[in-house]
């Protein structure tokens, strides 16, 4: 049977790549990206699920998805001219992909499903960062966190511990890691942005009290404050919380390995093992 | 306003070079070719992301007019403008939007 053997959380800030090739190990978000890469190496799955949402980019509003599969053979990307990010093309793991589909929607999880798609930076900053050759297939699933109505966090919390029992029934001998990926709090050009910038972050204690509940494993607490409204205060794409709180449903009630706070940024990284390497 | 006419226009902005290379060298003509009415098309030739944000456009979308200098929209600016909608009624329901 397949297994999920590690669950990541990362930022995927477009502006990373251009400020990591400028100052190299210089730059703190280097360093944290380099740690999970370690953590990830040493578990070296066979295919990673990616968690994470689109910008307008992979999809629009003429066909809005509120979950959705990437179920083609391979992806490419960026979609979005993500600054000085090569163009990549993935393979995607679609006998993954398709169990996911079959067994989500007998689990009441309504997804849609593109065979033809490309991905935006939600997808491909991880990667860039943590599997840059682009060896290991992924399948990238999206929630939405952007446009009203959103899932409600219980819903997305299910979702997580729902892929995490599929995979468990896929009869598959692969190691499967999930990497999701999101800001905690963030506003993109909106009224909250400081000063000169593109960006703010409206709402730093927010994003500190989400992983206090993540150290001390309150995930019931997490999943209640998360409302539309609270997320919301915390910038108009305070929303990528709910990538965040589908894994802690794959994790289940575990502390972090890794938590690192990007306060500034209102972003965090995060590792958990969930299954040992010689139990594979 | 037809938000969805403005958000198409901002995607299109970032997925079509060559439509932006006209929008940057000839705004008004390149804008004949969108569907757009004269409050639109005015709001968007003078950089008016206030009004448009108030009227219910995605900052989100909109940034993308700042990240290639559409308008007169360069980043001092789009970000003065935007911030100044800081404390307005705007700001306070923005859950109330459509799109962030």
């Known amino acids: 049977m397949a297994e999920i053997v590690a669950a990541y959380a990362v930022p995927h800030t477009p502006s990373f790549i251009a400020e990591v090739a400028k100052n190299g190990v210089a730059s703190p978000t280097a360093g944290f990206f380099a740690t999970i890469k370690a953590h990830l190496d040493e578990i070296n799955p066979d295919l990673l699920i990616l968690i994470q949402n689109d910008h307008f980019n992979t999809f629009f509003l003429d066909n809005w998805p509120t979950f959705a599969l990437g179920i083609a053979d391979k992806t490419?990307?960026?979609s979005d001219q993500t600054p000085e990010m090569p163009q990549y093309e993935v393979t995607v793991a679609q006998p993954l992909a398709r169990h996911l589909l079959s067994s989500l929607v007998e689990n009441d999880f309504d997804f849609s499903a593109s065979q033809e798609f490309d991905v935006d930076h939600a997808v491909l900053v991880p990667l860039h960062f943590l599997t840059p050759t682009m060896a290991v297939p992924i399948v990238p699933v999206f929630i939405n966190c952007l446009v009203p109505p959103l899932p409600t966090a219980?819903?997305?919390y299910r979702l997580g511990s729902t892929i995490k029992t599929?995979?468990?029934?896929?009869?598959?001998?692969y190691r499967v890691a999930v990497i999701a990926s999101g800001s905690l709090s963030l506003e993109v050009g909106g009224p909250l942005i400081e000063p000169g910038k593109?960006?703010?972050?409206?709402?730093?204690?927010?994003?500190?009290?989400?992983?206090?509940?993540?150290?001390?494993?309150?995930h019931n607490e997490l999943v209640a404050a998360a409302t539309p409204e609270r997320m919301a205060q915390a910038g108009n794409v305070g929303g990528e919380l709910l990538n965040w709180i589908a894994l802690l449903g794959i994790?289940?009630?575990?502390?972090?390995?890794?938590?690192?706070?990007?306060?500034?940024?209102?972003?965090?990284?995060a590792a958990w093992t969930l299954a040992k390497r010689d139990e594979a | 306003m037809n938000t969805y006419r403005i958000h198409s226009f901002c995607r299109r902005v970032l997925h079509d070079p060559n439509f932006r290379q006209r929008l940057l060298?000839?705004?008004?003509?390149?804008?004949?070719?969108c569907t757009l009415d004269d409050t639109e098309r005015h709001a968007l030739l003078s950089g008016d992301v206030v009004s448009l944000y108030q009227n219910g456009a995605s900052a989100f979308l909109l940034l993308i007019l700042s990240r290639y200098?559409?308008?007169?929209?360069?980043?001092?600016?789009y970000n003065a403008r935007m911030r100044s909608?800081?404390?307005?009624?705007?700001?306070?329901?923005?859950e109330q939007r459509d799109l962030p």
């Open chain 2, 69 to 77: 200098c559409l308008f007169g929209l360069e980043l001092p600016i």
């Open chain 1, 251 to 269: 994790t289940g009630r575990r502390e972090p390995e890794i938590l690192i706070n990007q306060p500034e940024l209102g972003n965090a990284f």
């Open chain 2, 85 to 94: 909608l800081r404390g307005t009624q705007t700001e306070a329901s923005a």
């Open chain 1, 76 to 78: 490419t990307g960026p």
């Open chain 1, 166 to 173: 599929t995979i468990e029934q896929w009869r598959k001998p």
């Open chain 2, 25 to 33: 060298e000839t705004p008004e003509l390149a804008l004949k070719e």
């Open chain 1, 154 to 156: 219980r819903r997305c």
């Open chain 1, 198 to 218: 593109t960006f703010g972050v409206p709402d730093p204690e927010w994003a500190s009290w989400i992983l206090d509940t993540l150290r001390s494993c309150q």
